[in-house]
Each structure stands twice: as C-alpha cells, then as structure tokens.
C-alpha cells in the first residue's frame, strides 16, 4: 500500500510540473524590458497594445532549438505521467514487472530537454528573465523529481520482503 502511496505522490508532482510546463511555455514573459514595457516568450513578443507572433521564416535558429526542446519537454513529460501510471497499475495486478525505471529515465530526459531550453533562450537574452521560463524550469524539475519518486517509492514487491534474515553466531 505505502508503493502505491509513493507512486500517487509521484504522479501528481509529475503532473503539477507537466502543467507548469505547459503553462510556462505557452505564456509571453521570457523577458521582461521594463523600460520600454516590452516582454516576449517562445512564440509571441507583445508591447502594452499588441503581442505579434513571430514570423517563422524571421526568426532566428536558437529560437527555434528552444521551441523544439520545449515541445520535446511537452512529450517526454506526458511520458514521464504515463508510464508512472502503468508503473501504479502493475503495482496493483499479479504482473508484477519492474518498470519503474522507465519513467525515471524518462523523467531525465524531459529535465535535459527543459533544461535545454531554458539555457539556450538565456544564453541569447537581452533582457531580465520573466515569470514564464522560471516557471517553466520549475515544471520541468518537477516532473523529473515525480518521476524520481515514482522510481524510489514504487519499488515491486519482491520475493523476499517477507523473509527476515537471521544469523547464527557458533
């Protein structure tokens, strides 16, 4: 019952940092020009009148890298949920196959692709950091600390849970 705990927690902190990495992503504040009352994000840059997408074929290659890392974090971590809720499903059936590694691994890779993202859209920054790509750091370390409990807390019972080791000292 207590892996089964372990492994809810880990799907709903997987789950709060998925959202917060969609949300993250999807909002215009990367950065945040306070002078001029500009803020721009991944898709759109919006001045206190209006907010222009960007034109694909004008925006530049790291922009693209961090969309696409971005996008990637999207998939990873809806992996990364899924596979933590098969992982609780085999918990519960008479299959017990140790899966649990998968979504730790998975869990990894949408933090490095997060983390590729954020990096890359700093690196090329020329303006403060907004709320948004904090948010979307958190989210994605989120999901990879979810996945991290799924892995540690959800471990399969095991043949040998119920033996106790004795030693006999002659």
Known sequence: MARLVGVFIG????SIGFVLHVVGLATPKWTVDHAKDHHSGLWERCSPKLCEHFALSQTEAWLH?????ALLG???GLMTIVSSISHGIYLTSKMCMDIRKVPAVLGVITFACV???VCVFGIHMKSPVGFSLIIDFIGGFLMFVGACIVTVLGKPKSD???VTLVTHMY
């Open 160 to 162: 040998n849970d119920d």
């Open 115 to 117: 983390i590729t993202c």
């Open 11 to 14: 799907i709903v902190v997987s």
């Open 65 to 69: 890298v961090s969309k696409a890392f």
């Open 74 to 76: 999207v998939a990873a």
